[in-house]
């Protein structure tokens, strides 16, 4: 089956910097990547995902880009803000109808520095 | 719209004691999955739907039944449960038309087992 591999464990970053966080799969039938974002005690909430005919997509502050020929995407957050303090996963599955076998990586618990 | 309800929110059992997680959607959504999430190991896929009548097992579904008897409710149970499966649960669903197909979940339920 497919395995998710997510790393760091733990970013730290000053507010206003940027924070890459990294993710590879292990099964090239593997063509849809979602990124979910989880605050304390709540439920994941997608905040964007990228389909494997595409290398890049963008949503003002929050990228995701993928490489499929070294099976890794990676999401980048500029000009971080408080808010964005969470715990972020990723996630990968063969979509081709609806995502009912979603697998995701262990999660990277995000902290923005005032 | 409601989204993805799942009661209840908390729940403590004893060992051997049996319960029943559960979720409903009113997105009319076709896919249905259910999750555990534990702290260092992300979202784990217990069992999972794509449509009424139709179930399959996830990575761990030891333990735990499903059944699918309408396109809105998809309950989760546990024969007798094990502290090892105290745990948070999550009930997700998603559209299986193809385009969007972003998973949604529920507030999900957390379980403890002593």
């Known amino acids: 089956g497919e395995n998710v591999e997510q790393h760091p464990s733990t970013l730290s970053v000053q507010e206003g910097d940027s924070a890459v966080i990294k993710c590879t799969y292990s099964?090239?039938?593997?063509?849809?990547f979602p990124w979910y974002k989880q605050e304390l005690g709540k439920r994941p909430q997608l905040i964007i995902d990228?389909?494997?005919?595409?290398g890049e997509k963008k949503d003002q502050r929050i990228a995701v880009t993928l490489n499929k020929t070294a099976k890794h995407f990676s999401l980048h957050i500029t000009e971080t803000q408080p808010e964005d303090s969470a715990v972020y996963f990723c996630?990968?599955?063969?979509?081709?109808?609806?995502?009912?076998?979603?697998?995701f990586g262990t999660g990277t618990r995000l902290t923005i520095i005032p | 719209n409601a989204g993805v309800t799942q009661t209840p929110k908390f729940q403590v059992l004893k060992t051997g004691q049996s319960m029943t997680l559960q979720c409903a959607q009113d997105?009319?959504?076709?896919?249905m999955s259910w999750y555990r999430q534990d702290p260092g190991m992300g979202l784990r896929l217990i069992h999972y739907?794509?449509?009424?009548?139709?179930?399959d097992q996830g990575e761990v579904p030891n333990g735990y039944n499903v059944s699918r008897s309408t396109t809105e409710d998809f309950p989760l149970r546990l024969l007798s449960a094990a502290p090892s499966q105290t745990s948070v649960y999550f009930c997700?669903?998603?559209?299986?038309?193809?385009?969007?197909?972003?998973?949604?979940f529920g507030q999900g339920t957390r379980l403890t087992v002593v």
């Open positions: 099964d090239s039938a593997s063509n849809y």
């Open positions: 739907s794509v449509g009424a009548g139709i179930t």
């Open positions: 990228i389909r494997s005919n595409v």
């Open positions: 996630a990968a599955s063969m979509s081709n109808f609806g995502n009912e076998k979603l697998t």
């Open positions: 997105m009319n959504h076709e896919y």
């Open positions: 997700a669903s998603s559209y299986s038309g193809g385009g969007d197909t972003e998973a949604f």
